[in-house]
């Protein structure tokens, strides 16, 4: 099988790299070069909102895997239209390019953002999507797209919603990054680890190989037009979280609490039933082991 992967330098996409490329072909597109190695001659430079460029790249692809995006919550604030230009316009030029090239199946990844402040826990597909956010409203926005152009032009879809994940491949020095990536700088540049609040709300966390692999078990199932959610299924507070950063942390450092951040969601775990019965589903790695990886 030959698939595409949109976004392929970022970290989602970097794993999927590694896991496709093994057994099957596979080409990357991005919009800046990858950073590794392996992935040097799999990966192109190409942007999504302008098809043309994209087209090339999908001759003789069988599925897509849409990673693409503008994935800060502060960005997308700051300049609304381009969050909506690459999230929301972008999708629909690959649900464009896709069906040009005769493309089978488009596997895209949304956001659990899209739930926004939620109504119950766990969050399982039918919450409401109520989104606080220019980031979370494109996502959910580019859902409906896909939907859409599924029903009216035949294109076969997943949509996958990962929660909180992370992995050693998140960029330290981006502002936007995880809670988890900025828990681990803080421990190793000897710094004190800070919670916004009593650190009593909770996540879902699963580290980045347990989301390519559910993306890879959507990309090649007989299931099709699905929306699932990609989570643990399990709540971790943020507590516990600075516990497990300083158990597998070099140095051992204090736990400053400071003011809660103004509209913060105080609870936020999935219900990864669905994603279990319909892909056979189970993340692999444990917290723990996943935050050891960090150091």
Known sequence: MKLAIT???GQLGSYLLDELMKDNEVVGVDIRP??????????????????????SWLKDVDVVVHCAAQVSVVN???????????????????????????????VYISSAAVYGNPVRVPLDES???RPMSFYGSSKASAEDYVRVFSDTKGLDYMIVRPFNFFSKRADPTNPYSGVITKFVQ?????????????????????????VSAMVCKAAFSSVKNETL???????????????????????????????????????SVGDVSKARKLLDFEPKMSLDQGVASMF
């Open 7 to 9: 976004g392929a330098s």
């Open 127 to 129: 919450h409401p999507k």
């Open 229 to 267: 959610n990609c989570c643990s299924g399990k709540g971790t507070s943020i507590n516990e979280l600075a516990k497990a950063v300083l158990r597998a942390s070099p140095n051992q450092v204090d736990i400053l609490h400071v003011a809660p951040r103004l509209g913060d969601i105080r609870h």
């Open 76 to 106: 997308s604030i700051l300049d609304p239209l381009g969050d909506l230009d690459t999230n929301v316009r972008g999708t629909l030029c690959m649900l464009q390019a896709c069906k040009e090239m005769g493309v089978g199946r488009l």
């Open 186 to 210: 803080m421990a190793l540049a000897g710094k004190p680890i800070t919670i916004e609040g009593d650190g009593e709300q909770t996540r879902d966390f699963l580290h980045a190989t347990d």
């Open 34 to 55: 990858t950073e590794h190695e392996a992935h040097r001659n799999l990966v192109h430079r190409a942007d999504v909102r302008t098809p043309w460029t994209m087209t």
